[in-house]
């Protein structure tokens, strides 16, 4: 009984001090602390923003588009306005005996024609022009008339003359300012074979000299006319700067976002 008491009595001691100590140690710690940092010396606890008010700015920092981008986004608005400039006010109107319907989607290179003619249906596929050449170098003397033709600005097409659901004519011309060459003459069978080989025609400035006119007439009939592409060279000319106007829209959006 005296041994537990002795041990009561030394713990009655021992407990206050350790709890003196603790709370000494916090008061010490506090007092660092708060000595350090000046919002703790005011009495006031850290704000949850103070991160948040620093790092915006590196954020916004490493988010500016780089100076190469502004030039060319100038440059590329520069460039619209000349090109604004120099495009024609109005559309090209369609005449009014003009045989073809006309589909022309924005974003692409070609305009397609549509007819029925006869029981027979022809699609014209127009491509935008060719300004051709002026070099002369490349000329060749032996036929003046071809290098005339090559420094012109011309119209490729490509007319599909077809009956039903079988074989089709297929003619690859260059319409010039009132002419037009066929280049090419091919029979296309939907009913041939991939692995087929087809046999490939003469050259169609080979062919009789009747035969050749009696094609263009041909043609001529079925709306393949000088009248018909003399307008579609200004139209193709009309769509080949809007066009142009798009791309370069399209180019600055893409730069900018």
């Known amino acids: ?12 001691r021992v407990v206050p001090l350790a709890i003196r100590a603790s709370a ?25 923003n103070f991160f948040p008010r620093v790092f915006p700015s590196l954020a916004h920092h490493y988010s500016t588009k780089p100076k190469s981008d502004e030039s060319l986004v100038r440059a590329i608005k520069s460039e619209i306005e000349c090109a604004l400039e120099n495009q024609e006010e109005d559309e090209v109107e369609v005449p009014e005996a003009f045989p073809f319907k006309i589909e022309d989607h924005p974003g692409q290179q070609t305009i397609t024609l549509l ?36 420094s012109q600005t011309c119209i490729p097409l490509v007319v599909r003359v077809s009956k039903h659901s079988g074989p089709s ?22 009913n041939n074979s991939e692995d087929q080989i087809a046999y490939e025609a003469p050259d169609f400035g080979d062919l009789d000299e009747n035969l050749q006119k009696s ?38 959006k893409f730069v900018e976002a």
């Not at 127009?126 to 003397?141: F, I, R």
């Open 1 to 12: 009984m005296a041994l537990n008491n002795v041990i009561r009595r030394a713990a009655s």
């Open 24 to 48: 000494a140690s916090q008061r010490y710690l506090h007092h660092h602390h708060a000595a350090s940092c000046p919002c703790c010396a005011a009495g006031n606890r850290p704000s949850r």
């Open 115 to 150: 007819r029925d003619y006869n029981g027979e249906n022809i699609t014209v596929e127009v491509h935008m022009p060719d300004l051709g050449t002026d070099d002369e170098n490349e000329k060749d003397d032996d036929d003046a008339q071809d290098d005339e033709q090559e």
């Open 169 to 190: 004519l297929e003619f690859t011309c260059t319409a010039y300012a009132d002419e037009i060459a066929i280049d090419s003459l091919s029979i296309k069978d939907p």
């Open 215 to 252: 094609f263009n007439k041909f043609l001529e009939i079925r709306g393949i006319k000088p009248s018909t592409t003399n307008f579609l060279h200004e139209y193709m000319i009309n769509k080949e700067s809007r066009e142009y106007v798009t791309w370069l829209e399209n180019l600055q």
